[in-house]
């Protein structure tokens, strides 16, 4: 039949992630910065796929791992590393980048797509073009990013707001697509602006309720922690991913985003259990679990490159190369309105330079993308098998081509562009005590909102579920100096 025996892709898997992982480590030595961990692994796994195409193999990816154990710990260690003093000063941004922004993506490679309908060049129905951009506007890869950024030393700000993009775009595009999906399932009529209308208001309704079973559910973890019952380093740590796990699954289960709750849970966790650990659990902590997400995303990236030699893909090549050029298209018109729209407020305001870097280094996809387009139904009764694999081909093209492109070029683009961190341009003081981020001094004024409630976190919430009330500074034993960024 061309199949593989049960266990032997993971055992592939397994073989491969440890050439990946053997080839990223010369090229750290070597100071490579146009390679990342991301394209080696698709290379490989190209190589490997060839390899298995010209034996008569298939190597068969079930979506379900991913989505119940790959994806988890990728955004939980997202949310748990987030610098959130860094996150929130840029949240309305970093807001309006990632939902506004990947709401209008979808809109516009969804229009395009349509038009290629009406054209007759490509033959989908309009629901499956809002599909492909949805899935599509995934921007992925926050871990990459944060790798890439770190060792390019990029200002601090643009690190923020791409980083910050890139790990709710994720979580926002999961939520866009589980709601296409689920209105697709329930009419058959065509996309009126009745259906938009209806589509944005469940897509609301499932980000609160997502971000709400994270909250809740990593406070429970918190308040257990704090009664000190598992003061166990070697106990602690899996507490604390199973207490992430519950959070995923029960979104999951309630038909909301599993992503979107992990990742509010990931930045509970660290706001209040993080103080809660043992010092031991507390210095690897990061390293724990910044080590799964990599094991996770590599084999991803490596089971992306083995996919694209499968014979059940569709290879539309004028499609492909259109998409690629809609999607192009949509965030070089997304990124500079968006950014005008957020410099109104801004007194440190999102520059060309800025804006280009967020347009050359967001159009890299990532396995969220992927799992997205292999979510969609593939088996030979499907009445729409051929569309199908024809997002699946075009998917598998776009990420693969961005990566390797842009992520080889982020680096060079940086340096012609002269960004560095000294560069960046420091805020006017303003009342308030000075707070030191990375060198660079930044002013901070507590007011409305964001006052009381550090008031009201300060007062009760850190009393009952733990958290330092006054942070002087981060832990610097095991190379964890940056822990105090994210109190």
Same mark, same amino acid.
């Given at each position: 039949?061309?199949?593989?025996?049960?266990?032997?892709?993971?055992?592939?898997?397994? *073989?491969?992630?440890?050439?990946?992982?053997?080839?990223?480590?010369?090229?750290?030595?070597?100071?490579?910065?146009?390679?990342?961990?991301? !394209? *080696?692994?698709?290379?490989?796994?190209?190589?490997?796929?060839?390899?298995?195409?010209?034996?008569?193999?298939?190597?068969?990816?079930?979506?379900?791992?991913?989505?119940?154990?790959?994806?988890?710990?990728?955004?939980?260690?997202?949310?748990?590393?987030?610098?959130?003093?860094?996150?929130?000063?840029?949240? $309305?941004?970093?807001?309006?980048?990632?939902?506004?922004?990947?709401?209008?993506?979808?809109?516009?490679?969804?229009?395009?797509?349509?038009?290629?309908?009406?054209?007759?060049?490509?033959?989908?129905?309009?629901? #499956?073009?809002?599909?492909?951009?949805?899935?599509?506007?995934?921007?992925?890869?926050?871990?990459?990013?944060?790798?890439?950024?770190?060792?390019?030393?990029?200002?601090?700000?643009?690190?923020?707001?791409?980083?910050?993009?890139?790990?709710?775009?994720?979580?926002?595009?999961?939520?866009?697509?589980?709601?296409?999906?689920?209105?697709?399932?329930?009419?058959?009529?065509?996309?009126?602006?009745?259906?938009?209308?209806?589509?944005?208001?469940?897509?609301?309704?499932? /980000?609160?309720?997502?971000?709400?079973?994270? +909250?809740?559910?990593?406070?429970?973890?918190?308040?257990?922690?704090?009664?000190?019952?598992? $003061? *166990?380093?070697?106990?602690?740590?899996?507490?604390?991913?199973?207490?992430?796990?519950?959070?995923?699954?029960?979104?999951?289960?309630?038909?909301?985003?599993?992503?979107?709750?992990?990742?509010?849970?990931?930045?509970?966790?660290?706001?209040? !259990?993080?103080?809660?650990?043992?010092?031991? /659990?507390?210095?690897? $902590?990061?390293?724990?679990?910044?080590?799964?997400?990599?094991?996770?995303?590599?084999?991803?990236?490596?089971?992306?490159?083995?996919?694209?030699?499968?014979?059940?893909?569709?290879?539309?090549?004028?499609?492909?190369?259109?998409?690629?050029? +809609?999607?192009?298209?949509?965030?070089?018109?997304?990124?500079?309105?968006?950014?005008?729209?957020?410099?109104?407020?801004?007194?440190?305001?999102?520059?060309?330079?800025?804006?280009?870097?967020?347009?050359?280094?967001?159009?890299?996809?990532?396995?969220?993308? *992927?799992?997205?387009?292999?979510?969609?139904?593939?088996?030979?009764?499907?009445?729409?098998?051929?569309?199908?694999?024809?997002?699946?081909?075009?998917?598998?093209?776009?990420?693969?081509?961005?990566?390797?492109?842009?992520?080889?070029?982020?680096?060079?683009?940086?340096?012609?562009?002269?960004?560095?961190?000294?560069?960046?341009?420091?805020?006017?003081?303003?009342?308030?005590?000075?707070?030191?981020?990375?060198?660079?001094?930044?002013?901070?004024?507590?007011?409305?909102?964001?006052?009381?409630?550090?008031?009201?976190? #300060?007062?009760?919430?850190?009393?009952?579920?733990?958290?330092?009330?006054?942070?002087?500074?981060?832990?610097?034993?095991?190379?964890? #100096?940056?822990?105090?960024?994210?109190?």
């Amino acid at each position: 039949s061309g199949k593989m025996a049960e266990g032997a892709p993971y055992l592939i898997g397994a *073989v491969v992630m440890v050439f990946v992982v053997f080839v990223s480590t010369i090229i750290k030595s070597k100071k490579i910065t146009f390679l990342n961990d991301a !394209s *080696v692994a698709i290379v490989i796994g190209l190589i490997v796929g060839s390899i298995l195409r010209a034996v008569g193999r298939d190597l068969d990816f079930d979506d379900r791992l991913f989505f119940n154990f790959l994806l988890p710990p990728i955004v939980f260690y997202a949310g748990f590393s987030l610098q959130r003093k860094n996150f929130f000063r840029n949240l $309305s941004s970093i807001l309006v980048f990632s939902y506004m922004g990947t709401l209008l993506t979808t809109v516009l490679v969804g229009l395009a797509c349509f038009g290629l309908v009406k054209t007759g060049l490509v033959d989908i129905s309009i629901f #499956e073009c809002f599909l492909f951009g949805a899935v599509i506007s995934a921007t992925g890869n926050p871990c990459q990013l944060l790798a890439v950024f770190n060792d390019l030393s990029a200002p601090q700000t643009l690190w923020n707001l791409m980083f910050g993009e890139a790990m709710l775009t994720d979580a926002v595009a999961v939520v866009v697509f589980s709601t296409l999906v689920g209105m697709a399932e329930q009419t058959s009529a065509d996309f009126t602006v009745a259906t938009g209308f209806q589509a944005l208001g469940v897509f609301i309704a499932v /980000s609160v309720g997502s971000a709400l079973v994270g +909250f809740v559910v990593a406070l429970v973890g918190a308040a257990i922690l704090r009664t000190k019952l598992l $003061s *166990v380093p070697r106990l602690e740590l899996p507490f604390l991913l199973l207490i992430a796990y519950i959070a995923y699954q029960i979104a999951q289960i309630a038909y909301l985003s599993g992503s979107m709750s992990i990742f509010v849970c990931g930045i509970i966790s660290a706001h209040y !259990s993080l103080h809660n650990l043992t010092p031991e /659990s507390t210095v690897s $902590s990061f390293r724990f679990f910044e080590t799964l997400a990599y094991l996770c995303e590599v084999f991803v990236f490596t089971f992306l490159g083995v996919s694209v030699m499968e014979r059940t893909a569709h290879w539309d090549v004028a499609f492909i190369l259109l998409s690629m050029l +809609f999607f192009i298209a949509a965030r070089a018109f997304v990124v500079p309105v968006l950014a005008a729209f957020v410099n109104i407020r801004r007194k440190n305001q999102i520059g060309w330079k800025f804006q280009f870097v967020m347009w050359f280094a967001g159009l890299r996809r990532g396995a969220v993308a *992927v799992a997205l387009a292999f979510a969609l139904p593939d088996d030979h009764d499907h009445p729409n098998l051929a569309h199908v694999r024809l997002v699946h081909a075009a998917t598998l093209t776009i990420v693969i081509v961005t990566n390797l492109l842009m992520g080889s070029l982020t680096g060079p683009v940086l340096w012609v562009l002269k960004l560095k961190i000294d560069d960046e341009p420091i805020p006017p003081p303003t009342p308030g005590p000075p707070v030191q981020i990375s060198g660079e001094k930044m002013w901070q004024e507590r007011t409305g909102l964001h006052k009381r409630w550090k008031e009201f976190d #300060e007062r009760y919430m850190k009393k009952v579920f733990g958290g330092s009330i006054h942070p002087k500074q981060g832990l610097t034993t095991g190379g964890e #100096e940056r822990v105090d960024n994210r109190l």
